[in-house]
């Protein structure tokens, strides 16, 4: 057996893919942090991690120690520097030399740690398809992980960023996301403080979080008695109601927009919040009746009989026996429906017309014009994203559970 | 005989199973309402819509508009003179039933003869005028003469308005319909475009959210530090407002200056000069010597709801895997089985029942999406569906049964789907 196989080649590879993607990325991040017009050294980045990979990669799993690695960032940092004629990021050396330095610290940091990742405990010699495998899977879900966070972040980065910067400079020097914390925290939050005073964007507020909590009662209080009878009580047409309740899900919105437009326009309803808190549950009773009603299945029908013996009424064992065991369950609902209410647009764009109307949906729809800044829209979008979002993450585990466990939704 | 029969159990419902039926249905009778009135009754009525010439204008209903003068010159008591309504119906379109002018004239005026039409009962005249076809005008007319109060204090006759009562004909409920609608539908020269618009949006949206949604659960399925705060971030695109991502994006791909993509792209030497990713319809590529069109906005608009909707096949299938035994891997792992070979016949087989069912819906609901490409696109560039043509016929051409004929063929549409779906679904899985 030689001492260096397919496994080694295979290292150098991936090194040299690692050294290109940290390069790019760690470049393309101090341009978005200095606003400087840094250029991404892809080819003498590669070079470099190839390099790295061959010193670290060349040695068996149990003499890579410390030592080595540290070597093996050292020969990074110097093939990158040489190769890119000592612009590691494509701009002399001379400016912003202390950025620079962490910058091409960090990125041969990353490029080892990637490395040491992906050859971990396999050595340079031939090894078979098992663990060719193991090391190309590792590399392809570790692309993954930085592809995926990259293109789910970055949307949301530039969302945040922008609403802080103003028009002009947006403008000039679109990747300059630099923050200028010396021009003082009201000027910074300036697009967040005109939005709110001059935009009304605390009545849309107020408005969005009115129409998605009344939803919510209006759902739990419509589907829980009918989840509880479809789950527990028999009667003809219960097999058919329990299969059959999400197709109504399936039906498009915006089949019934039409319809509801015209009829809600003639009822005077049409302007109105109450139009929405009546649209808005009858779209996700369907669906919450459907998760409840799996959940309820799933709580032991002897506890309600045993209730039920001891001389409790039907309403009764619901009431102290059933739902107390079943909050969880209503609480991931709950959530749910209220994401889908503080998330709709179609009718909130459909039904109102009047600004002290507006849900947030239908306020930034308003913002989304030539004659308004982008830092304005954008400030509109986070301000909209932040509760749900917070609200979500904080009882994720929560959802999470309830959702896979009564079914599917989308 | 018969009395030898073992004792049987009752037959058809007894009352417990009466009272416990009863109470079922009372229980449902909420859902069952709202439903019914705000899903179902306006699916019906979007197919009656799209029978009938209603336009959004026709949505005002029409109303008896009113202008009153006194004609002629009056100078001396005596003089006469005639107070004329000139009465229309406002719409060119509806008739009005059973109109009814009520109106107090003048005391200063003596009155002379009235409309045939018209009683007088003291100074208030009422006139039962019948019904006013769409568009109708008509003069009604009142002969006075002037009496030495009025020339002393000349009034307006409008002071004093012409009030009245009348029966608008609803566009919605009248018996006119016409086919026209499907008409301009199906021999409008967009509707293959759009049709097949929305089927690769579709097909390619539904697949690639799956396929990413996938490959994601793979990785969240490995256990790293982070990876809590990862699986968050990876929701976020579903769980944040529609209106806040899609402007995101819009302003992302900007194509003018300010657009950090094409600016990066740029930077990066990838591209020379921007490109209008959202407003692009084709571009031509060449490629081993054959030339194809590639839909660039289209395209777009797929990545952006694979973006958004891969968290959920994410979210389903990760907890289809955690439910998956590892003794199954274990035993694979001894066989020698290499990571390959245990995702392709141990996992894939136990996640095909998950995708399948997220197929389903997620095909039906990305069919059915409207918010995504009208936020992103407006339909311009070729990014037109079904669902935006709806959108477009009924409130950007103002012609609400068009619009309401495309929802029809949508539902339709949706329906065929939804049998084969439900034929080849399995019975019991999710």
């Given at each position: 057996?030689?001492?260096?196989?397919n496994i080694f080649y295979l290292c150098l590879l991936f090194g040299a893919l690692w050294g290109a993607i940290a390069t790019t990325l760690i470049t393309l991040l101090a341009l978005f942090i200095s606003g400087e017009l840094f250029q991404p050294q892809v080819t003498a980045g590669a070079l470099a991690g190839l390099v790295a990979?061959?010193?670290?990669?060349?040695?068996?799993?149990?003499?890579?120690?410390?030592?080595?690695?540290?070597?093996?960032?050292?020969?990074?940092?110097?093939?990158?520097?040489?190769?890119?004629?000592?612009?590691?990021?494509?701009?002399?050396?001379?400016?912003?030399?202390?950025?620079?330095?962490?910058?091409?610290?960090?990125?041969?940091?990353?490029?080892?740690?990637?490395?040491?990742?992906?050859?971990?405990?396999?050595?340079?010699?031939?090894?078979?398809?098992?663990?060719?495998?193991?090391?190309?899977?590792?590399?392809?879900?570790?692309?993954?992980?930085v592809a995926f966070t990259i293109a789910v972040a970055l949307p949301f980065f530039v969302m945040v960023m922008m609403s802080l910067k103003n028009q002009q400079m947006l403008l000039s020097n679109p990747l300059d996301f630099s923050i200028n914390f010396e021009q003082g925290f009201k000027a910074l939050l300036r697009s967040y403080?005109?939005?709110?005073?001059?935009?009304?964007?605390?009545?849309?507020?107020?408005?969005?979080?009115?129409?998605?909590?009344?939803?919510?009662?209006?759902?739990?209080?419509?589907?829980?008695?009918?989840?509880?009878?479809?789950?527990?009580?028999?009667?003809?047409?219960?097999?058919?109601?329990?299969?059959?309740?999400?197709?109504?899900?399936?039906?498009?919105?915006?089949?019934?927009?039409?319809?509801?437009?015209?009829?809600?326009?003639?009822?005077?309803?049409?302007?109105?919040?109450?139009?929405?808190?009546?649209?808005?549950?009858?779209?996700?009773?369907?669906?919450?009746?459907?998760?409840?009603?799996?959940?309820?299945?799933?709580?032991?029908?002897?506890?309600?009989?045993?209730?039920?013996?001891?001389?409790?009424?039907?309403?009764?064992?619901?009431?102290?026996?059933?739902?107390?065991?079943?909050?969880?369950?209503?609480?991931?609902?709950?959530?749910?429906?209220?994401?889908?209410?503080?998330?709709?647009?179609?009718?909130?764009?459909?039904?109102?017309?009047?600004?002290?109307?507006?849900?947030?949906?239908?306020?930034?729809?308003?913002?989304?014009?030539?004659?308004?800044?982008?830092?304005?829209?954008?400030?509109?979008?986070?301000?909209?994203?932040?509760?749900?979002?917070?609200?979500?993450?904080?009882?994720?585990?929560?959802?999470?559970?309830?959702?896979?466990?009564?079914?599917?939704?989308? | 005989?018969?009395?030898?029969?073992?004792?049987?159990?009752?037959?058809?419902?007894?009352?417990?199973?009466?009272?416990?039926?009863?109470?079922?249905?009372?229980?449902?009778?909420?859902?069952?309402?709202?439903?019914?009135?705000?899903?179902?009754?306006?699916?019906?009525?979007?197919?009656?819509?799209?029978?009938?010439?209603?336009?959004?204008?026709?949505?005002?209903?029409?109303?008896?508009?009113?202008?009153?003068?006194?004609?002629g010159d009056v100078e001396a008591v005596g003089d006469e003179a005639d107070i004329r309504y000139r009465i229309r119906n406002s719409s060119r379109q509806s008739d009005i039933a059973a109109v009814f002018m009520t109106d107090e004239l003048p005391a200063t005026l003596d009155i002379l003869n009235v409309d045939e039409r018209c009683?007088?009962?003291?100074?208030?005249?009422?006139?039962?005028?019948?019904?006013?076809?769409?568009?109708?005008?008509?003069?009604?007319?009142?002969?006075?003469?002037?009496?030495?109060?009025?020339?002393?204090?000349?009034?307006?006759?409008?002071?004093?308005?012409?009030?009245?009562?009348?029966?608008?004909?609803?566009?919605?409920?009248?018996?006119?319909?016409?086919?026209?609608?499907?008409?301009?539908?199906?021999?409008?020269?967009?509707?293959?475009?759009?049709?097949?618009?929305?089927?690769?949006?579709?097909?390619?949206?539904?697949?690639?959210?799956?396929?990413?949604?996938?490959?994601?659960?793979?990785?969240?399925?490995?256990?790293?530090?982070?990876?809590?705060?990862?699986?968050?971030?990876?929701?976020?695109?579903?769980?944040?407002?529609?209106?806040?991502?899609?402007?995101?994006?819009?302003?992302?791909?900007?194509?003018?200056?300010?657009?950090?993509?094409?600016?990066?792209?740029?930077?990066?030497?990838?591209?020379?000069?921007?490109?209008?990713?959202?407003?692009?319809?084709?571009?031509?590529?060449?490629?081993?010597?054959?030339?194809?069109?590639?839909?660039?906005?289209?395209?777009?608009?797929?990545?952006?709801?694979?973006?958004?909707?891969?968290?959920?096949?994410?979210?389903?299938?990760?907890?289809?895997?955690?439910?998956?035994?590892?003794?199954?891997?274990?035993?694979?792992?001894?066989?020698?089985?290499?990571?390959?070979?245990?995702?392709?016949?141990?996992?894939?087989?136990?996640?095909?029942?998950?995708?399948?069912?997220?197929?389903?819906?997620?095909?039906?609901?990305?069919?059915?999406?409207?918010?995504?490409?009208?936020?992103?696109?407006?339909?311009?560039?070729?990014?037109?569906?079904?669902?935006?043509?709806?959108?477009?016929?009924?409130?950007?051409?103002?012609?609400?049964?068009?619009?309401?004929?495309?929802?029809?063929?949508?539902?339709?549409?949706?329906?065929?789907?939804?049998?084969?779906?439900?034929?080849?679904?399995?019975?019991?899985?999710?």
């Amino acid at each position: 057996m030689s001492r260096f196989g397919n496994i080694f080649y295979l290292c150098l590879l991936f090194g040299a893919l690692w050294g290109a993607i940290a390069t790019t990325l760690i470049t393309l991040l101090a341009l978005f942090i200095s606003g400087e017009l840094f250029q991404p050294q892809v080819t003498a980045g590669a070079l470099a991690g190839l390099v790295a990979a061959g010193v670290l990669a060349g040695m068996a799993p149990e003499k890579r120690t410390l030592g080595i690695r540290a070597l093996s960032a050292i020969a990074f940092v110097l093939v990158l520097t040489v190769a890119s004629g000592a612009e590691p990021l494509g701009l002399p050396i001379s400016t912003f030399s202390f950025g620079q330095l962490i910058a091409v610290v960090v990125t041969a940091w990353l490029v080892i740690y990637a490395i040491h990742a992906t050859a971990f405990g396999l050595g340079p010699n031939r090894e078979g398809r098992y663990n060719v495998e193991v090391i190309c899977l590792r590399f392809i879900k570790g692309f993954g992980l930085v592809a995926f966070t990259i293109a789910v972040a970055l949307p949301f980065f530039v969302m945040v960023m922008m609403s802080l910067k103003n028009q002009q400079m947006l403008l000039s020097n679109p990747l300059d996301f630099s923050i200028n914390f010396e021009q003082g925290f009201k000027a910074l939050l300036r697009s967040y403080i005109e939005l709110f005073t001059q935009y009304h964007f605390g009545s849309y507020l107020m408005n969005s979080a009115l129409v998605s909590v009344i939803t919510v009662l209006v759902t739990l209080f419509f589907a829980v008695p009918g989840a509880y009878a479809v789950a527990r009580l028999k009667f003809p047409g219960q097999h058919f109601l329990s299969r059959s309740i999400l197709l109504i899900y399936m039906v498009p919105m915006i089949v019934l927009v039409i319809p509801l437009y015209a009829i809600f326009s003639q009822l005077g309803m049409r302007n109105t919040l109450w139009g929405l808190m009546l649209v808005y549950p009858a779209t996700t009773i369907p669906v919450a009746l459907y998760m409840l009603q799996g959940y309820f299945r799933g709580i032991p029908a002897e506890l309600e009989e045993a209730g039920l013996m001891d001389g409790l009424s039907r309403l009764n064992v619901i009431r102290k026996i059933t739902l107390p065991l079943a909050l969880p369950a209503m609480a991931s609902v709950a959530l749910y429906v209220f994401m889908i209410a503080w998330n709709e647009f179609l009718f909130a764009f459909m039904f109102l017309d009047n600004v002290d109307l507006y849900t947030l949906s239908r306020g930034i729809a308003e913002l989304n014009s030539s004659e308004v800044p982008r830092q304005h829209l954008m400030a509109g979008a986070v301000i909209a994203t932040v509760p749900v979002l917070a609200l979500f993450l904080w009882f994720e585990r929560f959802l999470v559970a309830g959702l896979t466990a009564g079914s599917v939704k989308g | 005989m018969s009395d030898d029969r073992p004792p049987q159990p009752p037959k058809g419902i007894g009352p417990l199973a009466k009272r416990e039926m009863r109470f079922a249905y009372m229980m449902l009778l909420p859902t069952f309402a709202i439903v019914l009135s705000v899903v179902l009754f306006p699916l019906f009525a979007n197919v009656w819509i799209s029978f009938k010439p209603v336009t959004l204008g026709d949505l005002r209903a029409p109303s008896i508009l009113v202008n009153e003068r006194l004609m002629g010159d009056v100078e001396a008591v005596g003089d006469e003179a005639d107070i004329r309504y000139r009465i229309r119906n406002s719409s060119r379109q509806s008739d009005i039933a059973a109109v009814f002018m009520t109106d107090e004239l003048p005391a200063t005026l003596d009155i002379l003869n009235v409309d045939e039409r018209c009683t007088l009962d003291g100074r208030v005249l009422d006139c039962d005028l019948g019904d006013y076809e769409a568009g109708k005008r008509e003069d009604l007319i009142v002969r006075v003469s002037a009496t030495q109060a009025f020339l002393d204090a000349p009034i307006n006759v409008k002071d004093t308005e012409a009030a009245f009562e009348f029966d608008p004909e609803n566009v919605l409920i009248n018996d006119d319909f016409t086919l026209d609608n499907f008409r301009k539908v199906f021999n409008g020269s967009d509707f293959w475009p759009v049709l097949w618009a929305s089927l690769y949006y579709t097909i390619a949206g539904t697949i690639g959210a799956l396929v990413m949604g996938l490959f994601a659960a793979q990785l969240m399925n490995m256990t790293f530090r982070g990876r809590g705060f990862l699986r968050g971030l990876y929701l976020s695109p579903y769980v944040a407002p529609v209106i806040a991502v899609a402007l995101a994006w819009v302003l992302l791909l900007d194509p003018g200056p300010g657009g950090t993509l094409n600016a990066l792209l740029i930077q990066l030497g990838v591209i020379y000069g921007p490109i209008n990713f959202l407003g692009q319809r084709v571009a031509e590529i060449r490629f081993l010597g054959l030339s194809f069109d590639f839909p660039v906005a289209l395209t777009v608009v797929i990545i952006f709801e694979i973006w958004r909707y891969f968290p959920l096949a994410m979210l389903f299938i990760l907890a289809r895997m955690q439910s998956v035994s590892t003794d199954v891997y274990e035993a694979a792992e001894i066989d020698g089985a290499t990571p390959l070979q245990q995702f392709r016949f141990i996992s894939l087989p136990q996640l095909a029942g998950i995708m399948a069912v997220l197929f389903l819906l997620r095909f039906i609901w990305t069919f059915n999406k409207f918010d995504d490409i009208f936020l992103l696109t407006g339909g311009a560039a070729g990014t037109r569906t079904l669902t935006v043509n709806v959108y477009e016929q009924a409130f950007a051409v103002s012609n609400l049964g068009a619009g309401a004929a495309v929802a029809v063929v949508v539902f339709l549409i949706l329906l065929v789907f939804s049998v084969i779906f439900f034929k080849f679904s399995p019975e019991d899985d999710a």
